[in-house]
């Protein structure tokens, strides 16, 4: 069984930081891309940042100069450094794995960016 398991989101004031964390279980971990999305409220889902299998890395224009993300194949997990935080930031963030048509997703964790 495949489970995506999400964790450190939370409540953090505008210009904070956060760090989330997905661990995988149940796949090849390494042979597949990883990416976090996110949606807010009344709004699609959209990519934030991905990491190929081998380490290259896309993100979001709006968030490509604030987030990072990374990986850790001993650990099967993928973060998300979230700096400079943003109210627009605020949203459900899930993470994703994907090897050819082999799709996954996290049950998401909330991120809300609020004084």
């Known amino acids: 069984q495949v489970q995506l398991a999400e964790s450190g989101g939370g409540l953090v004031q505008p210009g904070g930081a956060l760090r989330l964390s997905c661990v995988a279980s149940?796949?090849?971990?390494?042979?597949?891309?990883m990416a976090w999305f996110r949606q807010a409220p009344g709004k699609q889902r959209e990519l934030v940042a991905r990491?190929?299998?081998?380490?290259?890395?896309n993100a979001a224009d709006s968030v490509k100069d604030r987030f990072t993300i990374s990986r850790d194949n001993s650990k099967n997990s993928v973060y998300l450094q979230m700096n400079t935080l943003k109210p627009d930031d605020t949203a459900a963030y899930y993470c994703h794995a994907r090897w050819y048509t082999n799709t996954y997703w996290g049950q998401g964790t909330q991120v809300t960016v609020s004084s």
């Open positions: 990491i190929t299998s081998g380490g290259r890395t």
């Open positions: 149940g796949i090849t971990f390494s042979i597949y891309d």
